[in-house]
């Protein structure tokens, strides 16, 4: 019988001398197994509720508008640039391949189509919140991070503030309002890169790029008469994607611990889960719109 | 001064500052040196072992006509092992309790569990004579309004100056106007010693240990608090820095009449600004009483507690 054996520093987590496997050890992983799974379970259910908290005070006074309006500054306006730059090139790189593989079907004319339903409906929402998770979502783990280990979160409390509402609250509702605003950019910056690459290289004029791209956009339909509905899906995503980023951010920065090096694992920890968390995400709202958009 | 508890209270001679002007007769005079170590080791000495003024010392509090303002009755504590064990003890209006103990004995537990950050398993806190324990977080937030707490390391917010630091608390729970706040947070920059129209504009991060330390102390106490919270307020700092936050302590309760718990492991602070002392030892509270009590002490924990000092 094979037995994987965790090494660590406790003398229990040793494997034994002989070749016996005593088997009161047994019980010992299972309940060490079962205790880290209530541990997760834990975690996930203080991570829901810490959401509600969050987007309940937003709801209620007192309510920092101060605050909101400077994380709408760091998340959304200071993220600009690097979203501008990831959009521009990626319908750059995506006009330039579609044209290589059109190009064998005569049909390089439809590169605009292919730009803007990529863009819009998946690329746009997915590269922005990659981008604001990796800047964001790091920038609030370690700004959260470093107040909870030199007792600012304390102080908080101390004072008589609820730091989620002082400090989760905002953030969240400013990635709920600026990733979207951030993708809405991305998707045209994208699209512009796409035009750009199309005319200069593939020839396509600038004219004809555009007509498709917009062919592209009304080809879906409307909702409501005026709102494309490759638009609605494109920004269903980044407001789910925003709430992800912020949350995880502010969920791994409030439960640092271990001093600057604690900050330094709840900043990556941040990182990967939310990357992670979107793009699994991504997958299964994908589904969910294509089935309800298709019905 | 465990030879002579008395002499808190008075003068010693072979503590004398040196001085200036004239000196009383016996008194050794000590001349300043060119030596830095030697011109270090007297600056020590100022700050250390200088005779106290009556001024300097915690004023008495009448227990029979004072009131209990903090009281853990039976308080037991624990996470994965035990952290406090049946600790009970009472503040009095106006009075000073230094809780004292080795590291890692729970005394900044204590200072939480005033604050309703944790709540005991056994016993109950109170302030004010509220019982807090069973308290939901929107009354707790208000019964921490009656508090002041000063950190270990001052806890400022790094992304607000230091007139926003302490004008945060006058924001959140008064409804003073701007000019009213910036007064009250002058008259408190003063009251900690520091020129309000030197350090209001500065972030925390430009700020010395013992600036923070003080602003920390203003902070805390600018909503007029009833009671003040200490967390190893000395600890890190210079002998100077750490008799001005002690004398500072001290004229927060006399001339305020501020009750404060005081947690620390500075022992020679403590005897200065306590009217009790709690020593904690394996859980349990082991000593509680005055300065002058511990120091008569035969109780041979206490002694090696107490060591040279």
């Known amino acids: 019988m094979a037995y994987i054996w965790l090494r660590g520093h406790r003398p229990e987590c040793q494997p034994p001398a002989s070749n016996a496997i005593a088997s009161h050890q047994r019980p010992h992983l299972i309940e060490r197994f079962n205790e880290g799974a209530k541990r997760r379970v834990h975690s996930l259910q203080e991570f829901f ?64 189509r292919l730009v803007a339903a990529s863009m819009i409906r998946e690329l746009g929402p997915v590269l922005a919140g990659l981008m604001v998770a990796g800047r964001v979502g790091s920038g609030i783990a370690a700004q959260l991070g470093s107040m909870r280990v030199t007792e600012q979160i304390d102080a908080l409390n101390t004072l008589g503030t609820d730091p989620i509402r002082k400090l989760v609250t905002p953030r969240v509702l400013a990635a709920l309002i600026m990733v979207p605003a951030l993708t809405v950019i991305n998707d045209f910056a994208g699209i512009f890169g796409g035009s750009i690459i199309s005319s200069a290289y593939v020839g396509i004029p600038t004219s004809l790029y555009w007509r498709t791209v917009f062919e592209q956009i009304a080809a879906d339909g409307f909702i409501f008469r005026y709102i494309p509905t490759d638009f609605i ?63 | 001064m465990t030879d002579n508890p008395e002499g808190r209270r008075g003068s010693d001679d072979r503590r004398q500052a040196p001085t200036d002007g004239p000196v009383a007769p016996n008194t050794p005079i000590r001349r300043p040196s060119d030596d830095l170590r030697v011109r270090a080791a007297i600056r020590n000495e100022l700050a ?33 092992e035990p952290i406090l ?31 309703r950050l944790l709540v005991p398993d056994k016993g109950t806190v109170f302030i004010d004579d509220e ?20 950190f270990q390391g001052a806890a400022l917010f790094d992304s607000m100056t230091v007139f926003e630091n302490i004008a945060y608390p006058l924001r959140e729970h008064t409804t003073l106007d701007e000019d009213e706040i910036e007064a009250r947070v002058r008259e408190k920059l ?41 967390d190893e307020p000395t600890s890190g700092l210079d002998p100077l820095t750490t008799a001005t936050i002690t004398h500072l302590i001290i004229k ?23 009217s009790k002392i709690a020593v904690l030892a394996e859980k349990r509270i082991v000593f509680f009483g005055t300065p002058e009590e511990m120091s008569a002490s035969d109780d041979k924990y206490l002694r090696d507690f107490l060591g040279g000092f």
């Open chain 2, 190 to 230: 003063s009251f900690v010693d520091l020129d309000p129209d030197r350090v209001m504009e500065q972030l925390p991060s430009d700020l010395s240990g013992g600036m923070r330390k003080r602003v920390g102390v203003a902070r805390g106490m600018a909503n007029n608090p009833k009671i003040m919270l200490y």
């Open chain 2, 131 to 150: 019982e807090i324990t069973e308290l939901n977080f929107p009354d707790a937030l208000k019964v921490r309004q009656k508090m002041g707490m000063v």
């Open chain 2, 85 to 115: 064990s049946d600790v009970s003890f009472t503040a009095l209006a106006g009075e000073t309790i230094v809780v004292a103990g080795e590291s890692g004995t729970g005394k900044s537990t204590i200072l939480k569990l005033l604050l």
């Open chain 2, 48 to 80: 250390t072992d200088r005779p106290i003024e009556p001024g300097e010392l915690p004023a008495l509090v009448n227990e029979r006509t004072a009131e209990n303002v903090i009281a853990l009755d039976h308080v037991s504590l624990a996470f994965d």
């Open chain 1, 49 to 112: 509720v810490l959401g509600g908290k969050a987007i309940g005070f937003a709801f209620s006074r007192p309510f920092y508008r101060a605050d909101l309006i400077q994380q709408m500054d760091s998340i959304g306006v200071q993220s600009l640039p690097i979203v501008l730059l990831t959009g521009f090139f990626t319908g750059m790189v995506l006009a330039l391949q579609s044209s290589v593989q059109l190009k064998t079907f005569g049909a390089t004319m439809y590169i605009g």
């Open chain 1, 233 to 295: 899906q494109g920004l269903i995503k980044p407001f789910v994607f925003g709430a992800i980023i912020s949350l995880v951010g502010c969920n791994f920065g409030l439960k640092t611990t271990g001093g600057t090096e604690g900050v330094g694992v709840a900043t990556t920890r941040t990182v990967v889960t939310a990357s992670i968390l979107l793009l699994v995400v991504d997958y299964f709202i994908t589904q969910i719109l294509l089935a309800v958009f298709a019905s």
């Open chain 2, 252 to 274: 927060l309760q006399r001339e305020l009449a501020v009750t404060s718990v005081v947690v620390t492991h500075d022992i020679r602070s403590a005897f200065r600004m306590a």
